[in-house]
């Protein structure tokens, strides 16, 4: 069993009565958390010089930052750019994992369908070049690559921000404030990945899906009930 109320009135109103509340309660913990605009995308497909030149199946993970998603007059930019890290899973067991840097050129069109209308995002596409380094205990040494992403996303932008106790099982409680902004969505995208060194070659071709991940920030106090 859960309950959740929400304080409301004015923001320093609120502060005093999540304050008064937690002093009235045992156990109590200040927590405080910032979080950037992320992207996280997972796929799977074929690749060839991991290890040997005969084709593995791979899963590649991935999680970035992408901080132009942050400001609301940069949610019709027609470029974007990120950095982050992804890995590489073979199925064979090997795997690498490289730092990247992104840059993209994107394109909002003019679409109204039934989909913008019912969730409130905007259908967006893009193509993206990656530039990696990936490293892996079966590597002799550091493998730069660049990859190409196309990709469709369909995203909105969010701007939220609340004071809230949430109460656990009547086991654990959480009071405090969270904001959040920025572009949130998902979308689907198609890469190709070649390595730069012709003495090591590797091809890789992936599909899969991504999430774009608001900027959030919070802060407040955790307990629990003895």
């Known amino acids: 069993m859960s309950a959740l109320f929400t304080i409301g009135g004015a923001r320093y109103l609120q502060l005093a009565l999540v304050a008064l509340l937690a002093a009235t309660l045992t156990g109590c913990l200040p927590v405080a958390w910032a979080v950037p605009p992320t992207q996280f995308d997972i796929g799977a497909g074929a690749a060839t010089g991991m290890t040997t030149g005969a084709p593995e199946t791979v899963i590649p993970i991935g999680i970035g930052v992408y ?23 073979s199925f064979q067991g090997t795997s690498m994992h490289a730092p990247y840097l992104e840059a993209t050129y994107m394109h909002r069109p003019h679409y109204d369908g039934f989909w913008t209308r019912a969730t409130g995002r905007d259908l967006r596409t893009g193509l993206a070049a990656r530039g990696k380094v990936f490293f892996g205990s079966h590597l002799e040494s550091p ?84």
């Open 67 to 89: 901080p132009l998603a942050f400001a609301l007059q940069h949610h019709e930019r027609p470029f974007d750019f990120g950095l982050g890290y992804r890995g590489l899973l």
């Open 143 to 226: 493998r730069p690559a660049i990859g190409m992403r196309f990709f469709v996303e369909f995203v909105g932008f969010h701007d939220r921000e609340g004071a809230h106790c949430d109460i656990s099982n009547f086991t654990s409680w959480f009071c405090g404030f969270t904001r959040g902004y920025g572009e949130r969505g998902w979308g689907l995208y198609a890469e190709a990945q070649r390595s730069i060194s012709f003495a090591d070659p590797y091809t890789g071709l992936y599909l899969g899906l991504f999430w774009r991940i608001h900027a959030g920030a919070g802060a407040g106090f955790v307990g629990g009930f003895n």
